[in-house]
Each structure stands twice: as structure tokens, then as C-alpha cells.
């Protein structure tokens, strides 16, 4: 028992292992995150649905978003961008790991006979002979992946983008770094049910990686059948250190924003977005 829970509160390198499946393949805790999702009011999963109506507004005005124009999303969940792009008369590609809201997805947008082409797989293998005149990257995905992913999908972007295409993407910024404070919580049911829907038991431990400038949630959720740890990393960056991972991959930076609705940037704002071209 002492050293499982040493295991437990040890944090382990910067990125050592990724479960990304476990979260978003598994039956149950795939269900919990499409509810997050859909819940317009709260920030989880998806943002809340005013600031994506007036983000998909600012986006559209942006990018010129209309007939003829092929935009991908990467990370599209139950397609609340690409579902407003497509009203917009866009040629829509949405991938996304959850196959639960890709096919909540797929019925929304036959419902509404719009042309959307939703892809069920793990963005980080995905491919095309396509290319997109937009690639967007939405609520802070980019800061869940590994140096070695996000270099791997810079490159595939470059690839993927029509010559002037653009990439836009969001992400946590070293102001919200420094507002994260490690612990550790012990809890029956912890989160109230999200990860089983049967009883448990769940730790979750809060390591700061201060070099990297990199946070990990670890749970440890403990069931009568098995036992099981998920690593939820987040990379924050400074808008210098962003340009430079975009640049090592061919990309220039061409605005910064404050977020993903065109709010002018703010050094202290907890996120930033950027767009970036093909240098």
C-alpha cells in the first residue's frame, strides 16, 4: 500500500505518457465530456455558447468565410464550430478522437443537411490529399500535446494548408501558469461520478513543472476491477515562445489576439490566440 501511494504522488517526466484514449474513447467518461460540451452556459470541453457565436462572427469575417473556402477543424468535438462555419456555406472537415460526438456531429449536420465531413480519429494521424484555406485548433488543444506532437502537427498544417492559407489556434498563457498551485485530493467518486459510473475511488494530484513551464492533473482512479491513470498535461507559452515553436515548422505569425473572437491581445489575459500563414 506505501509504495502504490508513493506511485501516486510521484510526478513523472514532462510529458512521459499520453491517455489521450482514456478520456475520450472510453464509453463513459466519452458521454460525461459531450455533456460538458453541450452545456451552453460553462467554459468546460467547449466554451460557453455566446463567445463561440461571436468567435464563429469574428472568424468568419476574418478569414472570408464563405462558398468555395475549405476549413478544417481539428478537435471539433460535437461540431460547434464547424456546424456554424458550414451554415456559412464552408467546406467543413472535423476530426475529432470521441467517436460519441462525432456522431452527434454527423446527426446535426444531416438534420440540417450541411455539407460537413467528420472524420473519427485521432488528429495526430490524420490525413488528407485535401487542403484548407483554414485550420483551426480550438480551446487550448495544442497545449495538450508533447514538443514531439506539436512539432508533428505544425508539420502536417504546413502540409495541409492552400498557398495564403492560415492557421488558427488558442492557448494557455504564463499568466494562467503562475495561477496554478500544485495538490493532492483524495475523494470517493471523485468529480462526482465523471470517470465511472460505478463507485470508485479517485486521487488527483497537481504537478508544476517550473522549467518547462508545463502542469500535469494526474488521476488515480481506483475501481473495484481495475485501476487506472490518466494524464491530462498542459503546456503554457509566452507569445515568444509560440512563434518560435511556429517558426522552426514554417509559419509566421500574423496577429495575436487576446482569444479566438478577435479581442485585442492583453499580456494579462490567461490565454492568447494566434493566426499564422506559410512563411
Not at 164 to 172: A, E, K, N, P, R
Not at 179 to 192: G, S, T, V
Not at 218 to 240: C, D, G, H, M, V
Amino acid at each position: 500500500m506505501f509504495g502504490q501511494l508513493e506511485k501516486v504522488n510521484t510526478p513523472p517526466e514532462p510529458f512521459e505518457f499520453y491517455t489521450a484514449a482514456d478520456l475520450w474513447t472510453d464509453e463513459h467518461t466519452s458521454g460525461q465530456m459531450l455533456k460538458f460540451h453541450l452545456n451552453e452556459g460553462i467554459d468546460v470541453s467547449s466554451r460557453n455558447i455566446a463567445f463561440i457565436d461571436r468567435s464563429v462572427e469574428w472568424i468568419g469575417s476574418c478569414f472570408n468565410i464563405g462558398p468555395g473556402k475549405k476549413v478544417a477543424d481539428f478537435g471539433c468535438g460535437p461540431g460547434l464550430y464547424a456546424t456554424r462555419l458550414a451554415r456559412r456555406h464552408a467546406e467543413v472537415t472535423g476530426i475529432d478522437f470521441s467517436k460519441r460526438s462525432i456522431r452527434y456531429a454527423q446527426e446535426v449536420a444531416a438534420r440540417e443537411r450541411l455539407s460537413i465531413h467528420y472524420v473519427n480519429q485521432n488528429y495526430l494521424d490524420f490525413d488528407t490529399d485535401d487542403r484548407f484555406h483554414l485550420i483551426m485548433m480550438i480551446m487550448c488543444d495544442f497545449c495538450a500535446l508533447s514538443p514531439v506532437q506539436r512539432r508533428s502537427i505544425l508539420s502536417r498544417f504546413h502540409t495541409l494548408l492552400e498557398p495564403g492559407g492560415s492557421v488558427l489556434l488558442d492557448v494557455y498563457s504564463l499568466t494562467a501558469f503562475h495561477e496554478r498551485e500544485e495538490k493532492a485530493i483524495y475523494e470517493a467518486n471523485l468529480l462526482n461520478g465523471f470517470w465511472s459510473p460505478d463507485k470508485y475511488y479517485g486521487f488527483l494530484n497537481t504537478f508544476k513543472y517550473q522549467k518547462e513551464k508545463v502542469v500535469l492533473d494526474k488521476y488515480t482512479i481506483i475501481e473495484a476491477q481495475r485501476l487506472r491513470t490518466i494524464y491530462n498535461w498542459l503546456q503554457y507559452f509566452s507569445p515568444e515562445d509560440l512563434e518560435g515553436e511556429f517558426k522552426e515548422s514554417g509559419f509566421a505569425i500574423e496577429g495575436c489576439y487576446s482569444d479566438v473572437a478577435g479581442t485585442p491581445f492583453s499580456p494579462e489575459s490567461k490565454e492568447f490566440a494566434v493566426i499564422a500563414g506559410k512563411r
